[in-house]
């Protein structure tokens, strides 16, 4: 079998975790949220959406060092939980992160060029799969320049928003939303978090996993939290609850609000760069998840081949991006976001299930089991309480995934036992 070459430290998976998560959150999903939970519920539907996400780290950690090869918790769920559960996380994964790169190409397509937005989102796409071709060291050094610049406009919008926005702490107590909008915000805004797997999804690649994947997945995600809550309470603090609410740019909007109009192009350049970052890692996860599922036949064989020279699963990524090319002319960005995010919450579920049967870890301080356990709950809590349509859509799909993979036992097809 080809295998794929260990290149990865540990800063360069923090940087391909923070290259995954920065952006989606940030310029996309603060809106939606505020809309759901009101400005008294942002805070604590992120505190819990980055809880649950911490214990999804937990588990894909512990489970990524048993098993460091691509597929994440495709591979953990059938070797854990058995052929089923794996195809399903995989079937949810390549799914749902399939139409979650639409949207990113979308959403870059529209800050850039909004009148030809659908063809920039495929020039993207191209551009993207182009880099990832040339090896997974290319993509961390790639990734690792694009974090650094969204680090900087980020910084500046908030510093910007301190000093001339002003920030009305006031309004984090604004009213709106209910216990089930803070639950609906929760599972919108785990979306922005659901990149730090994107370690885990590269294990084959990772130097030491053993070492690596259990520091760099808590590392990342404990950044990515830090910097939300800071531009959470600057862009609810300065914009207020009803205008974050209705914005399309929220952090364009906190720079014109705070008297620098001139800034507005430095943070659309910053967004677009953090959607790049984003959709850079997001189409290398799905390849290789894609890789780990046609090399048990649970996808056409031919995908499972890897370039002999990159090292890189070269048709995978190509199949890929021919599909999400699909998907941008004819989809749309906001079902996208809210079908991903519950076909991931499902596809973590699973995760934690399969790490709930490893048991106790002597070795571990952290209460591991506890922690799968309270994951497990989180997942299935927020994936069922997003918006309606985005429920049935996502469950829709998985019931096709089940019914696919109940056809091929019947018929005694392959199903990766």
């Known amino acids: ?40 519920g942002l805070l604590p539907a992120l505190v819990l959406a980055g809880f649950v996400a911490f214990c999804n780290a937990t588990s894909s950690a512990r489970l990524a060092a048993r098993y460091p090869e691509s597929g994440g918790t495709y591979v953990y769920g059938r070797e ?63 990734t690792r320049a694009l974090v650094a610049l969204v680090l900087a406009v980020l910084a500046l919008v908030t510093i910007v928003g301190v000093v001339g926005g002003p920030v009305h702490l006031s309004r984090l107590g604004e009213p709106g ?28 690649e990772v130097r030491d996993p053993q070492r690596t994947i259990p520091r760099a997945l808590p590392l990342a995600l404990g950044v990515v939290l830090v910097i939300y809550l800071v531009l959470a309470v600057v862009t609810l603090g300065v914009l207020g609850a009803d205008r974050l609410a209705g914005s399309a740019a929220p952090l364009v909007d906190v720079v014109t609000t705070a008297g620098l109009p001139g800034l507005a192009w430095a943070v659309r350049a910053g967004a677009t760069v953090a959607v790049v970052g984003v959709l850079l ?25 890897v370039h002999q020279v990159h ?3 070269h048709r995978a990524e ?7 090319i699909v998907l941008v002319l004819l989809g749309d960005v906001r079902q996208a976001i809210g079908f991903s ?28 089991q506890v922690l799968a356990g309270l994951g497990l709950f989180g997942c299935l809590l927020l994936a069922v309480n997003l918006p309606l349509g985005s429920v049935l859509a996502g469950f829709g799909v998985l019931a096709v995934g089940a019914a696919v993979f109940g056809l091929r036992r019947v018929a005694g097809g392959p199903v990766s036992d």
């Open 177 to 204: 939303g209910s216990a089930r909008g803070v639950l609906t915000a929760a599972g919108l805004l785990f979306f922005a978090f659901a990149g730090y797997a994107r370690i885990a999804t590269l294990g084959e």
């Open 341 to 368: 995010s519950c076909t991931v919450l499902v596809y973590y579920a699973i995760t934690n299930a399969a790490a709930l049967t490893l048991g106790r870890d002597p070795d571990r301080r952290l209460p591991v």
């Open 1 to 40: 079998m080809d295998r794929l070459a260990r290149r990865l430290g540990v800063p360069d998976a923090v940087v391909i975790g923070l290259g995954s998560m920065l952006g989606a959150g940030i310029f996309v999903v603060f809106g939606p949220a505020v809309a759901a939970a009101g400005g008294v």
């Open 281 to 305: 890692s997001l189409v290398a996860g799905v390849g290789r998840t894609a890789l780990a599922m046609a090399r048990r036949r649970d996808l056409p064989a031919a995908l499972a081949a």
């Open 80 to 142: 854990r939980l058995g052929p089923f559960a794996g195809f399903l996380a995989g079937w949810g994964f390549v799914v749902g992160k399939t139409a979650s790169c639409a949207a990113m190409a979308l959403t870059i397509g529209a800050y850039l060029w909004p009148g030809q937005a659908r063809l920039v989102a495929a020039g993207a796409v191209l551009a993207v799969t182009a880099v990832n071709l040339r090896g997974i060291g290319k993509t961390a050094a790639v």
């Open 318 to 324: 190509l199949a890929v991006a021919a599909v999400v």
């Open 311 to 313: 090292q890189v699963p």
